[in-house]
């Protein structure tokens, strides 16, 4: 009979931290429609805005508690992206010239993902924040 071995999950910083849903709001004196979040930030530092409000909607303790499923794929992709970069040195050579692949791929052709703003439906036309990633 054979056994299957398996270690305990860890839980590693990222998932032990508080994760928060937020709003932020402002005004700039630029089009911001087709502006990334730097971007914009770079612009009010310079003078060209400001916020008017930023609000902590919820805060929750663990990865598993976010409601949000893409919210928390978006969380679960990014720690396991950590966790390759951090042990890239065991993978299989292949996989590293597969992995070196798809993000030269990924750059050349990355489509860019918008939400709109739904405040109101004068607005929701007029306004899109790109998303990361």
Aim: charge should be negative; glycine fraction near 6%; hydrophobic fraction near 40%.
């Amino acid at each position: 009979m054979s056994e299957t071995l398996t270690a305990p999950l860890q839980k590693n910083h990222e998932q032990n931290g508080k994760y928060s849903k937020f709003r932020i709001m402002g005004w700039v004196n630029f089009d911001a429609t087709d502006k990334t979040l730097a971007e914009i930030a770079e612009g009010i530092e310079q003078g060209g805005g400001f916020l008017t409000l930023m609000e902590v909607l919820e805060v929750d303790d663990d990865l598993a508690s976010i409601g949000d499923e893409e919210a928390r794929g978006c969380f679960e992709n990014i720690i396991a992206a950590r966790k390759v970069l951090h042990n890239v040195h065991e993978l299989p050579k292949q996989l590293i010239e597969e992995l070196r692949s798809a993000l030269k791929a990924e750059e050349k052709i990355a489509p860019k993902r918008t939400v709109s703003s739904i405040a109101s439906s004068e607005t929701t036309n007029k306004s899109k924040l790109r998303v990361w990633p």
